[in-house]
């Protein structure tokens, strides 16, 4: 372990990789791999959701050196070949999680992409249009995918990854018109009933980087471009863990 005896996790989300990103994050896989033990990914791994920008993420990724895992996002999701985005990752070794579960020196990660709809008095119901109730629909079946995974974990410390928000502390700072897109309290619900550690999560790059569940648990926001403007020195979140 990096400092002391203590698990050091780094998280960075939006990253979207195109045809001529190969390269260009070396400089911050490397600044990562000197310090963490673990690396997560929330999502937007790819810019256009192509298999072949995934592969060469794969290959930058595999200087890295650290165990990997995460989550897609809606940018993974664009051209219906995530499962494929999903294999060539996994086939890099890197774990993604969609409503499963993984332990990484002893931490249990529990992972789904998550989904929009709103927060608090603004979350979208089921009412009305056939349509309406559909996107509801999927906002409730993620958080039950991260409810259902979060209920395996065995670990003394657990970590929820999502690419979505879970609590509109960490969207804070986006267009207000947006702000339903880009998380929803749905997610936030199922969190609330476990000991979890943290969540970390993506797809805000204009919001904040850290805000908490009604229950105090830290939610942080590891959208690079956020986290660039923010900590240029380290456009990373860490979080370290009492072994």
């Not at 203590?6 to 990789?17: K, S």
């Not at 256009?48 to 809606?74: C, R, Y």
């Not at 993604?96 to 332990?103: K, N, S, V």
């Not at 790059?205 to 926001?221: C, E, F, K, M, S």
Request: charged content about 20%; some cysteine.
């Amino acid at each position: 372990m990096k400092k002391n005896g203590a698990g050091v996790l780094a998280a960075c989300g939006y990253l979207h990789y195109g045809r001529s990103s190969q390269g260009q994050l070396q400089a911050l896989f490397a600044q990562i791999s000197g310090a963490a033990d673990i690396l997560v990914l929330c999502g937007d791994l790819t810019d256009f959701g192509l298999p072949e920008e995934a592969a060469l993420l794969a290959k930058d990724l595999a200087h890295v050196k650290l165990p990997t895992v995460g989550v897609l996002g809606n940018h993974d999701y664009e051209a219906g070949k995530q499962d494929d985005i999903r294999r060539v990752l996994q086939d890099a070794g890197v774990v993604i999680l969609d409503g499963d579960t993984t332990e990484i020196h002893g931490v249990g990660f529990a992972g789904t992409k998550g989904f929009a709809g709103g927060f608090g008095r603004g979350t979208l119901g089921p009412w009305g249009e056939e349509t309406v109730k559909r996107f509801v629909h999927e906002a409730v079946n993620e958080a039950l995918k991260l409810e259902t995974a979060m209920a395996r974990l065995r670990t003394p410390h657990k970590i929820a990854i999502l690419h979505y928000a879970p609590v509109r502390g960490t969207v804070e700072g986006e267009p207000l018109e947006i702000l339903p897109f880009l998380g929803t309290s749905r997610l936030e619900e199922p969190i609330n009933r476990y000991d979890i550690a943290a969540v970390f999560h993506g797809h805000a790059h204009n919001g904040q980087p850290r805000g908490v569940t009604a229950t105090n648990t830290p939610v942080y926001n590891a959208a690079l471009p956020l986290l660039r403007r923010l900590t240029p020195e380290q456009p990373f979140c860490t979080l370290t863990l009492a072994q």
